[in-house]
T-cell receptor, first 111, second 108 residues
């Protein structure tokens, strides 16, 4: 039982490049989330998906897109990366509004 | 939008001391969770506490939903308690918003 798996763990991009962060969970959770964490800013919600087939904007959605591919997978895409998107990204999942489980994070640097 | 405010922002304790961390939220809550982020960045769920009080070893948490706050108590602190503590508010729609965290440092 792997829990929440994020890939890649580290990534360096040049400004303007695109990439997709992958997230998969094997706990049959219906809700999935993407957060970014910056120093002194806590965790800020980018997008979330309360159930398969639905996605909603969080606090800081600009510059990102998401896809809930199926119940297990929720990907985050940066179409044209900017230095302001340098951050640590966390994926999380849970059943309904219950206990939240996090992945180990992706460190992204945009040069 | 919803405001989730934590206090204090920083806390330094001597090993063995007790502390109370506070989380205030500006809207009615469906659920409230507390997390610990260790120095390696790993986020661990401590409590899932929509209301009332729960205890787990040296840690306990209380949420008073009607007054829109939650408290995390750490007793007999240890150096391994160091890290950042976050509270997170959830509404009925599943949106989950974090506070900015309390950074705790426990000195030996």
């Amino acid at each position: 039982n792997a829990g929440v798996t994020q890939t890649p763990k580290f990534q360096v991009l040049k400004t303007g490049q695109s990439m997709t962060l992958q997230c998969a969970q094997d706990m049959n959770h219906n809700s999935m989330y993407w957060y970014r964490q910056d120093p002194g800013m806590g965790l800020r919600l980018i997008y979330y998906s309360a159930s398969e087939g639905t996605t909603d904007k969080g606090e800081v959605p600009n510059g990102y897109n998401v896809s809930r591919l199926n119940k297990r997978e929720f990907s985050l895409r940066l179409e044209s990366a900017a230095p302001s998107q340098t951050s640590v990204y966390f994926c999380a999942s849970r059943v309904g509004v219950e206990k939240l489980f996090f992945g180990s994070g992706t460190q992204l640097s945009v040069l | 939008g919803i405001q989730v405010e934590q206090s204090p922002p920083d806390l330094i304790l001597q090993e063995g001391a007790n502390s109370t961390l506070r989380c205030n939220f500006s809207d009615s809550v469906n659920n409230l969770q507390w997390f610990h982020q260790n120095p390696w960045g790993q986020l661990i769920n401590l409590f899932y506490i929509p209301s009332g009080t729960k205890q787990n070893g040296r840690l306990s948490a209380t949420t008073v939903a009607t007054e829109r706050y939650s408290l995390l108590y750490i007793s007999s602190s240890q150096t391994t308690d160091s890290g950042v503590y976050f509270c997170a508010w959830t509404n009925q729609g599943g949106k989950l918003i974090f506070g900015q965290g309390t950074e705790l440092s426990v000195k030996p």
